[in-house]
C-alpha cells in the first residue's frame, strides 16, 4: 500500500488533524531513522498526540497509520532505497504548498528524531550535518513564487531530504560490531 497524499489529506480534514500528513510522516522517518522502533498501540498514540486530535482516531485513519508504519521502516531499510517523503503532486498543489509542506517533513524529522531519545551525545558528522540541513529546509520559503526556477529548487531540495533521511537512518541503524576476537 503506497500512501497517497490526497488520501491522506482527506483523512486528516475528517479527524480534524492539526499537523499535515507531510510534517506527521516526517515525524515517523525521524524517529524511525534515529533507531526508534514502536509498537502498533505506542505508534498510534504518539500519531494521535502528534496531530493533536481532540477527540478519538477514526478507524479509516488508524488503519492508514499502521500501513504507513510498515511502509516508511521498508522503505529506509529496503536495498532499493526506495523510500519517498509524502509531499503533494505537482498537479495538485503550486509550489507555495509543496515547499510548505517539504518545510512540515523537515520539521517533523526533527522532531520524531528527537523524541526517539537514540540521539544521546556526539553524534556522526555526517547524521549532525543533514540534522542541520533538515533544519535549514524547516524554514523554507519562496522568496518569489513566480520565479520560474522555483520548481527545480524544490525538487532538488526534496531530493536532498530524501536522502538525508537515508543518511541518518543508515548511520543511526548500523548494527554494532560483533564481540570476540577479529580475524586478519
Not at 482516531?57 to 492508514?64: I, R, V
Request: net charge negative; with cysteine; hydrophobic share 45%.
Amino acid at each position: 500500500m503506497t500512501i497517497d497524499f490526497n488520501a491522506a489529506a482527506d483523512l486528516w480534514v475528517e479527524a480534524g488533524c492539526f499537523q499535515t500528513p507531510s510534517a506527521l510522516q516526517g515525524w515517523l522517518t525521524g524517529f524511525i531513522a534515529a533507531s526508534g522502533r514502536l509498537t502498533t498501540d505506542a505508534w498510534l498514540l504518539e500519531a494521535q498526540d502528534y496531530l493533536e486530535l481532540e477527540k478519538e482516531m477514526p478507524a479509516s485513519l488508524k488503519e492508514m497509520l499502521t500501513a504507513w508504519y510498515d511502509e516508511v521502516l521498508a522503505g529506509l531499510s529496503g536495498e532499493a532505497m526506495d523510500f519517498a517523503i509524502l509531499l503533494p503532486a505537482d498537479e495538485d498543489a503550486d509550489i507555495d504548498e509543496q515547499v510548505d509542506c517539504l518545510a512540515q517533513w523537515s520539521k517533523g524529522f526533527l522532531d520524531g528524531f528527537g523524541a526517539s531519545g537514540r540521539a544521546q551525545g556526539k553524534l556522526p558528522d555526517d547524521v549532525t550535518e543533514v540534522l542541520q540541513d533538515l533544519d535549514a529546509f524547516s524554514r523554507a520559503e519562496l522568496d518569489d513564487p513566480k520565479d520560474p526556477d522555483n520548481e527545480m529548487l524544490y525538487l532538488e531540495l526534496a531530493e536532498h531530504a530524501r536522502i538525508a533521511a537515508l543518511t541518518v537512518f543508515y548511520t543511526m541503524n548500523q548494527q554494532p560490531p560483533a564481540s570476540g576476537r577479529t580475524l586478519h
